[in-house]
């Protein structure tokens, strides 16, 4: 699976937009791009995927460059709530269903 | 309710003995999973099981086994061998491999202090 490079940690006020960027440069054609949130002493939240459409669902949005080697998710409406550790992960569905975490970005939402 | 269960939340140990945490799934899942995460790291897997009787090592597999005999159950003994057990553990399931949308749905983790 391919590497991710995320920074380590970002902010955001509390009803703003938060963008969070991941590299991936390396990705490989059959590679779909997989976001992941922790909130603290919490299990991993499955929020979006996409292959190299920009991608939209009720938690959140994805937008992937057309060469595929960078991402963002899109919180559009920050709340507190959305105070976590967002984790980015490159796969391919068929590589043995492993799911490989980084250390994401720590995303604090301030009031 | 559909969902994947853990327990205890919190469970602690004498160094030297084994200990087994529980996770159990009701999503119909084919697939579990067990990871370790230590403080400000990310998740690192110890075995997964893609169908019941069969299961494989992860990256972190020594000190640790696994048993998969009911598709709803995934136990995890940790055992003496492990050097460093105290950690966060976390239990998921997911959709066998080749379905695309591949969610891995997580239990709430189980904290274990061995000392």
């Known amino acids: 699976d391919a590497k991710t490079t995320q920074p380590t940690s970002m902010d955001c006020a509390e009803g703003r937009a938060a963008n969070l960027p991941c590299n991936h440069s390396t990705i490989s054609g059959n590679e779909y791009v997989y976001w992941y949130r922790q909130i603290h002493s919490q299990g991993p939240q499955y929020i979006i995927h996409g292959l190299k459409n920009n991608e939209t669902n009720e938690m959140a949005s994805l937008i992937i460059t057309e060469d595929r080697k960078s991402s963002t998710l899109i919180l559009p409406h920050a709340t507190l709530r959305d105070t976590a550790v967002y984790y980015c992960?490159?796969?391919?569905?068929?590589?043995?269903?492993?799911?490989?975490f980084g250390t994401g970005t720590r995303l604090a939402v301030r009031p | 309710d559909g969902g994947i269960t853990q327990s205890p939340k919190y469970l602690f140990r004498k160094e030297g003995q084994n200990v087994t945490l529980s996770c159990e799934q009701n999503?119909?899942?084919?697939?579990m999973y067990w990871y370790r995460q230590d403080p400000g790291q990310g998740l690192r897997l110890i075995y997964y099981s893609q169908i019941v009787n069969d299961f494989q090592k992860g990256d972190i597999a020594e000190g640790y086994s696994v048993s998969r005999e009911k598709k709803e159950s995934f136990p995890l003994t940790v055992t003496s061998a492990q050097k460093n057990p105290t950690a966060f553990y976390l239990c998921?399931?997911?959709?066998?491999?080749?379905?695309?949308?591949?969610?891995?749905?997580f239990g709430p983790g189980t904290r274990l202090t061995v000392t």
């Open positions: 992960i490159v796969r391919v569905p068929s590589s043995g269903d492993k799911l490989t």
């Open positions: 998921a399931s997911s959709n066998r491999a080749g379905t695309v949308r591949y969610e891995q749905y």
């Open positions: 999503l119909n899942h084919d697939a």
